[in-house]
């Protein structure tokens, strides 16, 4: 066993210098997928800074928005009824992703956080740029079945595993933060994640010590009109092999704006504006379903084992936005 250090915040600020003053400290809230790594000793942090007293808890409803806090479970999230009501395609995502019993831990920042359930990743014996810079990527020649096809480099092919982010992805969130330097910064989600280039060891753009607040949910038509679709290999208790969060503005048969994500099939939670833009103004049928599908697929790049995926995700692409269609004509 690897000793580390255990702090419970008293604060928001000395949980943050607590972390920001230690560059081998993590905050901690669920646990979900921290305390499986180190137990794969993939992760090894000096300190753990247990996040759960603070005051980020709550879900607010406002005028214009809903105002998610951090520390709320995927459980409640998912559950919440405004949440249902004018956000279906997130409790969508939510429900798809893990078991009950981990919905009930994981909380909304740490969801967003996760890190890539890629086996190399998560194998100590294997060469992962992403666990350690430099060392080089197994996956790019090897068993490479569940990696991505979207948003890849020469250095990482990892997926992002998250569910909830894809539809966060597409929703326009915006993620609050508090600073090292105690000011608040506004991060809509669609740049929190980076992609992995040449440095895929970095996966967002937060800064050490720096920690989500809460996530803020505009209300619009699209984010109402919403469905999430996920294709994979079992049906509980399993990540994408390809996944749509999809979100109409229709007007008659007419498509005002569009909204798209995709999981599984990238190397960040995904936005996809080439379909967006394939959809806005079009006819809601399925041959403009078709060429959106071809749009959001034309810079995908395959491997030995994932050439799949690039059919796979057109065709879910397409399903998600004829299954939101048909709950529009009921």
Not at 123 to 135: E, I
Request: with cysteine; glycine share 6%.
């Amino acid at each position: 066993m690897i000793p580390f250090e255990y702090v419970s915040a008293g604060s928001l600020q000395s949980a943050i210098e607590s972390v920001h003053l230690d560059p081998a400290a993590s905050f901690l809230a669920g646990g979900t997928t921290l305390i499986d790594l180190m137990k794969l000793d993939v992760m090894s942090p000096r300190k753990l800074v247990d996040v759960n007293g603070l005051a980020f808890d709550s879900i607010e409803v406002l005028n214009e928005s809903v105002q998610v806090g951090a520390n709320v479970r995927n459980s409640d999230l998912a559950a919440h009824l405004k949440i249902r009501e004018s956000f279906p395609v997130l409790s969508e995502a939510l429900l798809a992703g893990a078991s009950a019993q981990i919905r009930n831990m994981a909380s909304t920042a740490g969801n967003i956080l996760q890190r890539t359930r890629c086996p190399y990743f998560r194998d100590a014996q294997t060469r992962c740029n992403k666990r350690q810079a430099g060392s080089g990527c197994d996956a790019l020649n090897g068993v490479n079945r569940s990696h991505a096809v979207l948003g890849t480099s020469e250095a990482c092919i990892a997926t992002h595993p998250s569910d909830m982010c894809v539809a966060l992805a597409m929703l326009d969130a915006v993620v609050v933060t508090q600073t090292p330097s105690g000011r608040q910064r506004r991060i809509l989600f669609e740049d929190l994640h980076v992609l992995p280039g040449n440095t895929p060891a970095r996966e967002t753009v937060l800064q050490h010590g720096e920690l989500i607040a809460q996530i803020e949910l505009p209300f619009s038509a699209s984010s109402q009109r919403s469905h999430y679709l996920k294709v994979r290999d079992r049906a509980s208790y399993e990540f994408a092999l390809a996944s749509a969060a999809v979100g109409l503005e229709l007007e008659g048969s007419l498509i005002r704006a569009a909204r798209i994500g995709l999981g599984g099939v990238a190397t960040k939670p995904w936005r996809s504006k080439e379909a967006e833009a394939a959809l806005q103004g079009k006819t809601a049928e399925r041959k403009t379903f078709l060429v959106a599908a071809e749009a959001a697929f034309a810079t995908a790049q395959a491997r030995k084992h994932n050439a799949y995926k690039i059919e796979l995700g057109k065709r879910t692409l397409v399903r998600a936005l004829e299954e939101l269609l048909m709950r529009n004509e009921l």
